[in-house]
């Protein structure tokens, strides 16, 4: 049975930091990429940042050069680290694994979703 599990999530103010974490269980985490995706109260799931499982990076570009999204297959753990928080950036944040991707930026590619977690950034 594949578990993924957010955490980190919580009430910051803009400018903040927060790391998010998503462990996963029951599937090879080091065959899979792995990515993070928001939604917003009334919108729809949007990619924010994935890791292929041979370490390559891709970001919206509405986040670049603040969120930063890690893993570290021992601990079958992906990180994303959301610095400068902006109030737009408020949204449930979800993990998913994809085993054969080919557009890691659609959520219809993933196999495998977590809970999620809420981030809340206020003004």
């Known amino acids: 049975q594949v578990q993924l599990v957010e955490s980190g999530g919580g009430l910051v103010q803009a400018g903040d930091s927060l790391r998010l974490s998503c462990a996963a269980s029951?599937?090879?985490?080091?065959?899979?990429?792995m990515g993070w995706f928001r939604q917003a109260p009334g919108k729809g799931r949007e990619f924010v940042a994935v890791i292929t499982r041979s370490g390559t990076t891709v970001r919206a570009d509405s986040v670049k050069g603040r969120f930063t999204i890690s893993r570290d297959n021992a601990k079958k753990t992906v990180y994303l680290q959301m610095n400068s928080l902006k109030p737009e950036d408020t949204a449930v944040y979800y993990c998913?694994?994809?085993?054969?991707?080919?557009?890691?930026?659609?959520?219809?590619?993933?196999?495998?979703w977590g809970q999620g977690t809420q981030v809340t950034v206020s003004s």
């Open positions: 029951g599937l090879r985490f080091s065959s899979y990429a």
């Open positions: 998913a694994a994809a085993l054969d991707v080919v557009n890691t930026r659609s959520k219809y590619e993933y196999d495998y």
